[in-house]
């Protein structure tokens, strides 16, 4: 396979590894870095470095645009004029209604993997950064079906597990569970610092929950500013719910309200007991297999409404007949629940269903 980068920092780098080692995909790269490049290539996370975009996407049938949020519009589009009619074009937003809210290209599938770290640069990339990370995709009615099944497989080779969704709850939910979690690093570190320094005390040695809370304080300000302002709408709202929660504590804390204090502290244990459930959830593996007619969309409905009712496709394949008029589409699913959901939900759509 022939990947193309456009971006090789940590995301993009990781990708450019994980293509090479599990794929043995050729991968090309492209970057305004020119030391990125030559980091890209000596660490083997491109075969080639490229001076121009054209270049690294001109025979690629797989594109990544990793660049800052606030590049995106701008560097999908030249990407979309120098690639191939047969080219999927991804990129790794933090943010995703801005970008595919341009685009009504079938070649652009909005996508963005929950993977990373605190630090930046390929120089941290890793070929397993992506393995059992959920990676967001989202398909229009205008994807190509076929297209938009290259890239989950792509994908899902990678180590990810890609889930599609819908733009606005996307980054409804990125905004409380990536973007809103640095904003209150951000603010404890400072609020510790300032603490410190008003009483003229030295910096003690903090406990784990600090740590762990304030561990992505202060990530890099070239990628989070971008993700902050593209965002911020969504974000707001989530500050201004979090300030609402913050306000009742303090006044259980102000009335010394013992029995308020401790439903609140249960009930966080129970969220969070339900939240890891939740991305534990699995089973075992059922192959569903549905008649559906060759048009724009297609894939991309499935998908997104699977989505809305929670069931996740493991894996999936597209067998098309022979005159292209419609074709099979192969679902994985885990878990007999999530099957049965899936068969009536795709027999609902009026699409026959049935289990392999």
Partial sequence: MRIALVGVGLIGGSIGLAARQRLNATVSGYDTSTRALELARERGAVDRACAEIGDAVRDAEAVFVAVPVGALRATVTAVLDAAGSDCVISDVGSTKRTVVGAFGDPRFVGGHPLAGAETSGVQHARADLFDGATWYLTPTPTTGGILYERLHRLLHSLGARPVAIEPEIHDTILATVSHLPHVLANVLVSQAADTLAAGGERLPATGPSFRDATRV?????????????????????????????LNDVRDALEAADAARITDWNDGAAEDRRRLLEAQLAGGPLFELRASVPNEPGVVAQLALELAR?????????LYPAPDMTDGVIALWIAGEDHARRTEELVGSLGFPVARA
């Fill in 217 to 245: 304080a202060g990530a890099s300000s070239g990628i989070w500013t971008d993700i902050y302002l593209s965002n911020r709408d969504a974000l707001a709202a989530r500050i201004d719910d979090t300030i609402t929660r």
């Fill in 309 to 317: 009712a929670g069931v996740n496709i493991t894996d999936m394949a």
